[in-house]
């Protein structure tokens, strides 16, 4: 059996091909529906949170908010009195692009799971959850 290294990689590079080619077609860019997957979730955050959910450093992160809020997906507004930072909600049109990107995810995560039962899945799901964790972990040593 090869190294769990080598399976997530070649699951992660295989799932994400299918994806960014859906995506792109639908002419968004790279980045976007990643963040578009975020806001659709937790709307109202700053960039470092949304740089951490995407796994994104926070300059990128700035680049690709940037492009959005110039075709209109989303706006950068303050809360609450805090002037220091910038919180990000989705535009109408944004939300209307992430139902798009999230009907396209669901699509290829059925398609990949298609090989699995339904306790295969949630188990696969708790595994990697916790290999996540033990990631994070390991990094914050």
């Not at 091909?17 to 700053?46: A, D, M, N």
């Not at 997906?73 to 910038?86: C, H, M, P, T, V």
């Amino acid at each position: 059996m090869e190294s769990l290294h080598y399976l997530l990689m070649k699951t992660h590079t295989k799932l994400n091909r299918k994806i960014i080619s859906r995506v792109t077609e639908q002419g968004f860019s790279p980045g976007q529906p990643k963040v578009l997957e975020c806001l659709s979730k937790r709307e109202g955050i700053e960039q470092k949170t949304i740089a951490r959910y995407c796994e994104i450093e926070p300059v990128t992160v700035g680049g690709i908010l940037l492009r959005m809020e110039q075709a209109g997906l989303i706006e950068r507004r303050q809360k609450d009195g805090n002037r220091r930072s910038l919180f990000v909600y989705l535009t109408e049109s944004g939300r209307q692009a992430a139902d798009k990107i999230n009907a396209i995810f669901a699509e290829e995560d059925h398609l990949a799971e298609q090989g699995l039962s339904p306790e295969e899945i949630k188990q696969l799901k708790i595994l990697l959850e916790k290999l996540n964790r033990s990631l994070e972990l390991s990094a914050e040593e």
